[in-house]
C-alpha cells in the first residue's frame, strides 16, 4: 500500500496521488456511459422520433469544449472539488458555494432516478415488485460507498473492469441490432416540431454529464498536466461514436417503442439473442451502472470533502481517513442523503423524465458556473480561446428546455447557501449565543 501523503510530522492525512492515464480514461468513460445509456436513447426517441438523433448529434459535438475547459482548468489547478473550486477561484466564495450545493442537488435527484433505471432492467427479466426494485438500486448505491471507502486505487481498479464490459455490451447490442434496423422506422423524421429537438438534448444532457467528474479527483492525479487532456480526447472519441451509433439503433430497429421506452437495450437484444438476451443486458445495465455511481461516489465526495476544507460544508467533512486516505465523513454523508432520496421517490413515485431532467438542471447549472470560471480563469490562444464561452452557451440553450423542473435544483442550491452563510457566521461567532 502506498504511503499516505503528508506535508510535515503530525500534519493531517492527505489525499493520495494514484491516478494514471488508464484509470482517468475509465473515469471518463464509465462516469458518461452508465445507467443512461440503457434508458436515454429510448426516452429522447420517444421525445422526437428519429429526430433524437440530431439532438445526439449536437451534443457528443458540444462535448468537446466542455470536457476541454474542465480539464485544461483541472491540469492548472489539480485540487479536489473540480467546478467547485474553480468557481471559488474564479468568481468567489458564493459562487463556490452555490456550486457545492447544485452538486448536492445533482447527487440527490440524480442517483436515484439511475440506480431505480437500472433495477427496473432486472424487472424485464425477473418477477420483481417495485419494492423490489427500489431495494435493488439501494444495494448498488451500498455497494458503491463500500467500494470507495476502500481507497481510491480500488476504485479506479473497478471503473477499468466496468468500462471494458461497457465497451464490448454496447458493441455486441449495436452489432447484432444492425441487421434488424428498417428505414421505415426513421420516418417522420420530426413527428413532434423541431422544439422536441431542444426537449430531447435537454434530457440527453444526462448522458453528456462526467466530464466535470474526473476533475473532482484531480487532486490524486499522479500527473495531471499530461493526463487530462490525453485522458479527455480518447473519452470523447468513444463516447461519441457509440452514442450515435446507439442512437441509430434504437430508432432503426423502433426498439423505443417498446416498455415505454426505458428499456430499449432489454428489447433489441432479446430480438437479437431470445430470452437470453434481455437477461444478460438486464444484469449488465446494474453492473453498469454501479460502475457510474461507483464514480460519481468518488467524485461528488472530494466536492464535499473540499467545500468543508472552505467552511462552506460543516468542516467534519473534511476529515481524512488515516488508513485509505479516503474522505471517509463526506461518503457517509454522501450515501445517506442519497439513500433518503431514494426513499423520497418511492413514496412519491417520482417518473424517469422527471428525475433525470431535475438531476440535468442540477449539472447544467454547475456547468454554466464552471464555464464562466473557465473564461475568468484560462488565458488560452487561438481557437482554444472560445472553447469556454461555447461550453457556457450551449449550457444556456439547455436550461429553457429544462422549464420549471429547475426549481428543484435552485430551491436545494438557495437553502444550502443559507445554510453555508449560517454556519460562516457560526465559525466566527457572529451569531449570538453561537
Known amino acids: 500500500m502506498e504511503p499516505i501523503q503528508e506535508g510535515r510530522a503530525g500534519s493531517p492525512p492527505a489525499l493520495r496521488r494514484v491516478i494514471t492515464l488508464r484509470h482517468a480514461v475509465a473515469i471518463y468513460v464509465s462516469s458518461l456511459l452508465g445507467s443512461g445509456i440503457f434508458v436515454i436513447p429510448g426516452l429522447a426517441a420517444r421525445i422526437a422520433g428519429p429526430a433524437s438523433i440530431v439532438s445526439w448529434a449536437l451534443l457528443s459535438l458540444a462535448s468537446y469544449p466542455f470536457a476541454y475547459t474542465f480539464a485544461k482548468l483541472s491540469a492548472k489547478r489539480p485540487e479536489s472539488g473540480g467546478i ?61 460507498f463500500v467500494v470507495n471507502y476502500v481507497g481510491i486505487r480500488f476504485t479506479g481498479r473497478v471503473q477499468l473492469a466496468t468500462v471494458a464490459a461497457i465497451l464490448v455490451a454496447l458493441v455486441i447490442a449495436v452489432v447484432a441490432s444492425a441487421p434488424r434496423v428498417r428505414p421505415a422506422n426513421y420516418t417522420p423524421f420530426l413527428p ?73 437495450f432489454a428489447a433489441m437484444m432479446s430480438d437479437a439473442f431470445g430470452s437470453y438476451g434481455g437477461a444478460i443486458v438486464a444484469l449488465l445495465a446494474v453492473f453498469v451502472t454501479f460502475g457510474t455511481v461507483n464514480a460519481y461516489v468518488a467524485g461528488m465526495a472530494r466536492v464535499y470533502y473540499a467545500a468543508a476544507r472552505d467552511g462552506v460544508f460543516p468542516r467534519t467533512l473534511a476529515a481524512v481517513d488515516r488508513r485509505t486516505g479516503v474522505p471517509h465523513h463526506a461518503l457517509v454523508f454522501l450515501i445517506v442523503l442519497v439513500l433518503v432520496s431514494l426513499l423520497a421517490f418511492y413514496l412519491a413515485d417520482v417518473d424517469f423524465v422527471t428525475a433525470f431532467l431535475m438531476a440535468s438542471g442540477a449539472a447544467v447549472l454547475t456547468y454554466v458556473i464552471g464555464s464562466i470560471a473557465g473564461i475568468r480563469l484560462l488565458n488560452e490562444r487561438g481557437l482554444r480561446r472560445v472553447l469556454p464561452w461555447i461550453s457556457l452557451l450551449v449550457s444556456l440553450a439547455l436550461l429553457p428546455f429544462i422549464g420549471a423542473l429547475l426549481a428543484a435544483s ?25
Request: glycine share 12%; hydrophobic share 55%; aromatic share 12%.
Open 84 to 144: 467547485y473550486a474553480f468557481a471559488r477561484d474564479g468568481i468567489g466564495l458564493n459562487a463556490g458555494a452555490a456550486t457545492a450545493w447544485l452538486f448536492l442537488a445533482w447527487a440527490v435527484l440524480g442517483a436515484p432516478a439511475a440506480t431505480v433505471a437500472a433495477a427496473s432492467y432486472l424487472a424485464f427479466v425477473f418477477p420483481l415488485t417495485r419494492l423490489d426494485i427500489y431495494l435493488a438500486a439501494a444495494s448498488i448505491l451500498i455497494l458503491a
Open 192 to 264: 413532434s416540431g423541431l422544439g422536441s429537438i431542444g426537449t430531447a438534448a435537454a434530457l440527453i444532457v444526462w448522458s453528456y454529464l462526467g466530464y466535470e467528474n474526473t476533475s473532482n479527483v484531480a487532486e490524486e492525479f499522479r500527473n495531471p498536466e499530461r493526463d487530462f487532456h490525453r485522458s479527455v480526447v480518447i473519452s470523447v472519441f468513444l463516447i461519441s461514436g457509440l452514442y450515435l451509433a446507439i442512437a441509430v439503433v434504437t430508432v432503426g430497429t423502433g426498439a423505443y417503442t417498446v416498455g415505454g421506452g426505458v428499456t430499449p
Open 410 to 434: 435552485v430551491a436545494i442550491a438557495g437553502i444550502g447557501l443559507l445554510a453555508s452563510w449560517v454556519l460562516s457566521h457560526r465559525e466566527r461567532g457572529a451569531i449570538p449565543g453561537a
